[in-house]
């Protein structure tokens, strides 16, 4: 039987992730993923693709807030900043209200950066819809690019390296969900999954960019453009070059390592 062999968080989008034994899946994606965003003086977001050194800046989430550390930089807390005036900020397409994680955090990032940048916050009273013509109406998402959540199988992995020259970890494509005792891209004709007692429906495959280039530890990215360049010679599809699915939540609940994982072949 397929197993949920791993869960990944990422608390500000496009830094480090966390690993998780077990998780609180809501509407939005997993708590804690993804709620947290930098943007330029414009209120355009920043990521590790204009940024790369943003990969190894390590956010930890607390009861109230974040406690951050990175290469050369003192580790600060931040609090969540409370319900309040909010900054228009923006999401590819989409424009948010967010609210302003405060003077501190954006000292903090602008030295580490180099630029002056500012940390925004998504807390329960900001809502990002989903616009995407695969959701559904009332659905939402955090500060990820497009869907709640990423779930990626080993197996597929596996059927990548296998390719490479140098192997490539399964963080260079941060998912949420791992799966394991699956068939290579099993996923990829996948409707609908249920995780322990958790539902979501199978939204749409994962396009890829240069994004996965990029060596987290070093934050340098690859002089041959791998493993984009392997990818795009066996997995360029009308979505685009893909790896992985995008998950939308149908029912909420938790989820743990060693959940079973039973897909369907058509939406309930």
């Given amino acids: 039987m397929a197993t949920l062999s791993a869960i990944h968080v990422y608390p500000v989008k496009s830094c480090a992730g966390q690993s998780l034994e077990s998780a609180v899946v809501q509407s939005r994606g997993l708590e804690h993923d993804r709620r947290w965003m930098l943007i330029?003086?414009?209120?355009?977001?920043?990521?590790?693709?204009?940024?790369?050194?943003?990969?190894?800046?390590?956010?930890?989430?607390?009861?109230?807030?974040?406690?951050?550390?990175a290469p050369g930089m003192p580790t600060l807390a931040v609090a969540a900043p409370q319900a309040g005036a909010t900054l228009n900020v923006k999401v590819w397409k989409d424009h948010v209200d967010a609210l302003a994680a405060g003077a501190a955090a954006d000292d903090w990032?602008?030295?580490?950066?180099?630029?002056?940048?500012?940390?925004?916050?998504?807390d329960d009273g900001v809502t990002r819809r989903n616009a995407s013509s695969r959701a559904q109406p009332g659905d939402e998402v955090s500060f990820a690019d497009s869907m709640p959540l990423l779930l990626v199988s080993l197996a597929s992995l596996d059927a990548l390296n296998r390719r490479l020259d140098q192997p490539v970890p399964m963080g260079r494509?941060?998912?949420?969900?791992?799966?394991?005792?699956?068939?290579?891209?099993?996923?990829?004709?996948?409707?609908?999954?249920?995780?322990?007692?958790?539902?979501?429906?199978?939204?749409?495959?994962c396009a890829r960019c240069v994004l996965v280039t990029i060596n987290a530890d070093t934050g340098q990215r690859d002089e041959g453009g791998e493993p984009l360049r392997t990818l795009t010679r066996y997995r360029r599809t009308d979505d685009g070059i893909t790896f992985g699915q995008l998950l939308i939540p149908r029912s909420g609940g938790s989820i743990r390592v060693g959940d079973s994982v039973i897909p369907n072949q058509a939406k309930a």
């Fill in 173 to 205: 494509f941060r998912p949420n969900l791992v799966v394991d005792d699956v068939d290579a891209h099993a996923e990829d004709a996948w409707k609908q999954v249920t995780i322990g007692d958790v539902v979501f429906d199978v939204a749409k495959p």
């Fill in 109 to 122: 990032f602008s030295r580490y950066l180099g630029r002056p940048v500012r940390l925004v916050h998504m």
């Fill in 40 to 69: 330029d003086p414009d209120g355009k977001f920043i990521t590790a693709r204009q940024e790369p050194r943003l990969l190894q800046v390590q956010p930890g989430p607390t009861d109230d807030g974040l406690v951050l550390e």
